[in-house]
T-cell receptor, first 117, second 113 residues
């Protein structure tokens, strides 16, 4: 089974521009989450989508948005880029494990490295 | 944003030594997870713990879910060079939080021959 794929892998933008990142989850996974990873703040949750609906949102400004399509693929958009938006953006797809102690096991993609100049 | 307190921040050890790292939180989690991240890659799940007090092993890895549900530790026995990487703890689950993971600050592990 193919893993989570993210495109592009690397991106360079300038301040004020906007960017769209794409994530294709593992086949059969319906939940997609996005995380931002920076040296200063570590891994921070952005948002989660399930069946085309945003199910949970982290503490990020409105410049960060996302969506999910009917095939579970997801995109995230950052508008009016700032220098501090430079980060590794990780996408994770998940399914819920079975059993009494079920939880949402998440599988991460390799990330998109965004550099804002 | 919230980050779990993870220690140590970095470790330099010799091949064959055992490693221990831990993670604490001010919040309760229903599930504790340990991930490893290699350069240029996303985190990979090592161990998942979903019962307070639970001790779980995966090969040379052993992890425990604290009885208060606010802490966890990870042990790696007989370290080898491929253990090099950054290890993250993560807490999951709470009212209305669905899949959201709250990550620790990370432990960078270096193994020397």
């Amino acid at each position: 089974k193919a893993g989570v794929t993210q495109t592009p892998r690397y991106l360079i933008k300038t301040r004020g521009q906007q960017v769209t990142l794409s994530c294709s989850p593992i086949s059969g996974h319906r939940s997609v989450s996005w995380y931002q990873q920076t040296p200063g703040q570590g891994l921070q949750f952005l948002f989660e989508y399930f069946s085309e609906t945003q199910r949970n949102k982290g503490n990020f400004p409105g410049r960060f948005s996302g969506r999910q399509f009917s095939n579970s693929r997801s995109e995230m958009n950052v508008s009016t880029l700032e220098l501090g938006d430079s980060a590794l953006y990780l996408c994770a797809s998940s399914f819920r494990t079975s059993g009494a102690s079920s939880y949402n096991e998440q599988f991460f993609g390799p990330g998109t490295r965004l550099t804002v100049l | 944003g919230q980050q779990l307190n993870q220690s140590p921040q970095s470790m330099f050890i010799q091949e064959g030594e055992d490693v221990s790292m831990n993670c604490t939180s001010s919040s309760i989690f229903n599930t504790w997870l340990w991930y490893k991240q290699d350069p240029g890659e996303g985190p990979v799940l090592l161990i998942a713990l979903y019962k307070a007090g639970e001790l779980t092993s995966n090969g040379r890895l052993t992890a425990q879910f604290g009885i208060t549900r606010k802490d966890s530790f990870l042990n790696i026995s007989a370290s080898i060079p491929s253990d090099v990487g950054i290890y993250f703890c993560a807490g999951q689950g709470g009212t209305g939080t669905a899949s959201k993971l709250t990550f620790g600050t990370g432990t960078r592990l270096q193994v020397t021959l």
